[in-house]
């Protein structure tokens, strides 16, 4: 069964959906050469339990930190640690929190510094194809028309969509039914339904679409080592058009700010 929420519970979870795009910006704050990635997870860390939520991936199947952090062939799962970032580095961070009894789940995959244009064209391509998913999760579409919008329109610059990992129904539980896999068949899969909340979020590789598993037991890289993207936007199934949960609006303001 996939969970159908009431409007009440999907208020709740906009909270926090819309904190974790807060906790994005505040990091995005500190995204540059120099920093060391354990000093952004303390910032995330800090920054949900002073907005009185808790973090949602911290001891989630034994996961140790606040956020995802995941550096240039790093796809997700990364653990934030001694790990500096530099000039020309691309970063995903992906991050949850639990607020009353709700989860909200987001990601985005940063610059840092200079960044080469053709890994800046993967990072916007990535972006667009998550609300080329979005805009089939509409009631009376299928799962697999989310995947079929995200796959066809990334793999034509032949980027590989990454299978292993999917989307998924997220609400009292980080994890939920459906899966929502970045790829598939049009008309296929289970219904969507207004009420059902799920998390979109592809994750797009510049090479192969082939993952492995790194020696900590969770960072997911590219096989061929090249970079990958990963942007996530909890959502609420509706009539006419989704209803996104979670925001870029402040993590996109501050990076505003900084280039200005
Ligand atoms: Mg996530
Ligand atoms: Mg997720």
Redesign the pocket.
């Known amino acids: 069964m996939i969970p159908i929420k009431t409007d009440e519970e999907i208020e709740v979870q906009r909270e926090s959906s819309l904190l974790v795009g807060k906790t994005l910006a505040e990091v995005a704050k500190y995204i540059k050469p120099g920093v060391v990635t354990v000093t952004l997870d303390k910032i995330a860390e800090e920054f949900i339990r002073d907005n009185g939520a808790i973090p949602g991936f911290k001891g989630y199947s034994g996961f140790p930190a606040t956020l995802c952090i995941s550096v240039n062939e790093h796809v997700v799962h990364g653990i934030p640690g001694n790990q500096v970032l530099k000039d020309g580095d691309i970063v995903s961070v992906?991050c949850?929190v639990l607020k009353n009894g709700f989860y909200g789940?987001?990601?985005y995959t940063f610059a840092v510094g200079t960044v080469d244009p053709e890994t800046l064209l993967l990072l916007e391509r990535t972006k667009q194809s998550l609300f080329l998913g979005i805009e089939q999760a509409v009631n009376g579409r299928r799962v697999g028309d989310i995947g079929h919008a995200i796959q066809s329109f990334t793999e034509q610059f032949g980027y590989g969509v990454v299978r292993e990992l999917v989307g998924h129904g997220v609400g009292k539980r980080l994890h939920e039914k459906p899966e929502v896999p970045n790829y598939g068949k049009q008309g296929s899969g289970p219904k969507l339904l207004s009420g059902m909340v799920i998390?979109i979020?592809p994750m797009i590789n510049m090479g192969t679409r082939h993952i492995t598993q790194s020696a900590d037991g969770w960072t997911i890289r590219t096989s061929d080592r090249k970079p990958s993207a990963h942007f996530?936007h909890t959502l609420a199934i509706r009539n006419e058009k989704a209803d996104i949960l979670s925001s870029f609006e402040w993590v996109e303001a501050v990076l505003k700010q900084m280039n200005e």
């Open positions: 992906d949850g789940d987001s990601a998390a979020e996530e």
